[in-house]
């Protein structure tokens, strides 16, 4: 399997941050398309399938449920900022 003048084309319009000429991109291409080809014929029939090659279970961590805020006087505490009219008073943003 080979790409073609217009595949490539098509590829240079799509990729086109791509600063190369045409027949270097089209011959490393053809290259890497060649070698997945010889890739193709190599005997798998014995080997069994993976979607990955370390044998883990997902581990998830437990929930630990925290202690909320059940008041608005302690969640303002927990500011540096000056508190008014119990709101965080913040400087100026705008000049």
């Not at 014929?41 to 279970?57: F, H, Y």
């Amino acid at each position: 399997m080979s790409l073609t003048q217009e595949q490539i084309e098509k590829l240079l319009k799509n990729l086109s941050k791509i600063t190369t000429d045409n027949k270097k991109l089209g011959d490393d291409a053809n290259e890497i398309l060649q070698y997945i080809e010889l890739l193709n014929e190599v005997d798998t029939t014995w080997v069994k399938s993976t979607v990955s090659v370390i044998q883990k279970e997902n581990t998830l961590r437990a929930d630990i449920q925290k202690p909320s805020v059940s008041t608005t006087a302690e969640l303002l505490a927990c500011s540096n900022q000056k508190v008014i009219n119990n709101q965080i008073a913040i400087g100026a943003i705008m000049k």
